[in-house]
């Protein structure tokens, strides 16, 4: 528990001023976190991160964390748009998979790209929340964090059934809802102390969805961990595991804040 705080704490420090700077430098840190992201994927599946699907993978990668300002720049440039740049990687690795006779698969096709694609659009949306605005990006974290820790503590206090145990064994139901709980009454001191230009129901609505969506990004990160016999998908930060254990529930936020237009 010691060795987690610390870690928790050296990672705050760097992190939060990279977030409240943003700009560049956030960009930046956003591409090398996906970067051990992707890493912490394939080595789960145990593929050379110096191979051709490698590359591909991590190429595709870069490509969807493109920021829109940059994604417009290259369109007008090369007339590809992102989601050509990703068919274009889909025909690479299947013209790769008839070159080493099926010594890479169809189903590891699949794993690669679909691999990118969580970890690119995830990881693009982290950045876009930031430039829509430093309140938005404190938002998110806030409902991951506040979500994280509510169910922690209200799972070990209360929690007496088991939420998903072929998953995620120490998760309880208690704790499910008492990460929402948590979630909503820190939004609406964050809606208190810096308002946002919403009505106070679509704050509490939008709180709770995410909330609920963080924690199925949890139990999908989980469920990939176990598939594949690891504890952790890294060792990035000693007693917090990868990169892909700690921001599990961002990747699925994000996307979300923004589909529903929270962010703008």
Excluded at 208 to 216: A, D, K, P
């Amino acid at each position: 528990m010691k060795q987690r705080i610390i870690t928790g704490v050296v990672a705050a420090a760097f992190f939060i001023p990279f977030v409240i700077y943003g700009q560049l430098p956030f960009t930046l840190l956003v591409y090398a976190m996906a970067t051990v992201a992707m890493f912490e994927l394939l080595r789960m599946k145990k593929m050379s991160v110096f191979s051709i699907p490698g590359f591909v993978g991590f190429l595709t990668v870069y490509v969807l964390l493109m920021p829109d300002s940059w994604a417009d720049k290259v369109h007008e440039v090369t007339s590809y748009s992102k989601l050509e740049f990703l068919v274009i990687s889909a025909l690479l690795l299947l013209i790769h998979s008839v070159i080493v006779k099926n010594h890479f698969t169809f189903d590891e096709i699949g794993f690669v790209l679909l691999s990118a694609l969580y970890i690119g659009i995830g990881f693009y949306y982290l950045i876009e929340t930031r430039n829509a605005g430093l309140e938005f990006i404190i938002f998110a974290l806030l409902i991951v964090w506040c979500t994280d820790s509510g169910a922690y503590f209200t799972g070990r206090k209360f929690g007496k059934n088991k939420l998903w145990p072929e998953i995620s064994p120490n998760k309880t139901v208690e704790g499910f809802f008492g990460g929402i709980l948590t979630a909503v009454v820190f939004a609406c001191i964050m809606q208190m102390i810096y308002p946002f230009d919403k009505p106070w129901f679509i704050l509490v609505l939008v709180t709770i969805v995410s909330s609920v969506f963080g924690q199925l990004g949890d139990l999908v990160e989980s469920a990939i961990k176990r598939h594949y016999d690891v504890k952790d998908s890294g060792k990035i930060l000693p007693g917090h595991g990868g990169i892909l254990d700690r921001f599990d529930s961002l990747l699925f936020v994000l996307p979300l804040l923004n589909l529903l237009h929270f962010v703008s």
